[in-house]
């Protein structure tokens, strides 16, 4: 029966008439043993869409993978997602939330192992070292606007990896200066990685900034 339904992946492609309303994204609560659950739109054309799911989207308590694509969904809205008590691996792609500023909530993500951020226009992420607290890999892909990592990221005890890819300097900056933090506790076990363009890797280089270098790995556990 669907109602047993343990893992789902589901594309939508909006036209830019539809109302939000008909996707039915409520109906997911529904499904009360789904535990993966990966959900993609695609739009025939750039629409900048305001807040469309803010009214009606849910999930189970039980979910434990949690993928995001192209929903466009404002920041203010991720509570939603950060009370799933459950939920170890989040993944958001091609801006699955908007806006320029991201502030976690006391009591959130509290089991959140992985965090993707593919593609978004977040400029400021404010979070405090105890709004993660199992956070083992932060992966930032494509995030040409952030300005940087937040410092408490850094503080996280369970943080093992930072990967990036196509980020700006001062980001790549920012997971340096982490990497050096714990290199001088004696943290052995964190590794930061990152892919550069050539010319970052120059320009890191002549501020006598080490570069962040690895083998990238894309976590799909």
């Not at 807040?51 to 809205?77: H, M, Y």
């Not at 404010?126 to 993660?132: C, G, I, N, R, S």
């Not at 890999?137 to 093992?160: A, F, H, W």
């Not at 997971?175 to 930061?192: M, R």
Request: aromatic fraction near 12%.
């Amino acid at each position: 029966m669907m109602l047993n339904l343990k893992k789902l992946v589901i594309s939508f492609e909006h036209d830019g008439r539809t109302e939000w309303s008909s996707y039915c994204f409520d109906n997911f609560i529904h499904l009360h043993q789904l535990e993966v659950l990966k959900c993609f739109f695609f739009a025939k054309c750039y629409m900048k869409y305001q807040d469309p799911l803010s009214v009606s989207f849910a999930f189970p308590q039980k979910l434990k993978r949690l993928t995001l694509s192209g929903c466009r969904i404002s920041w203010k809205n991720m509570t939603v997602v950060g009370s799933l008590s459950n939920l170890e691996v989040l993944k958001l792609k091609f801006h699955a939330f908007e806006g320029t500023v991201w502030e976690l909530n006391d009591g959130e993500f509290r089991r959140l192992k992985l965090l993707l951020i593919d593609m978004t226009d977040l400029e400021h992420w404010k979070v405090d070292k105890t709004h993660l607290p199992s956070l083992q890999c932060l992966s930032l892909r494509y995030c040409y606007n952030l300005v940087e990592i937040p410092s408490e990221i850094g503080k996280i005890p369970t943080l093992e990896e930072i990967e990036l890819c196509e980020c700006k300097t001062c980001v790549v900056t920012s997971a340096w200066v982490i990497q050096e933090e714990h290199d001088s506790l004696g943290s052995n076990g964190f590794k930061a990685f990152s892919e550069l363009k050539e010319k970052e890797k120059e320009r890191l280089h002549s501020r006598n900034h080490r570069p962040l270098t690895g083998q990238w790995s894309i976590f799909d556990r």
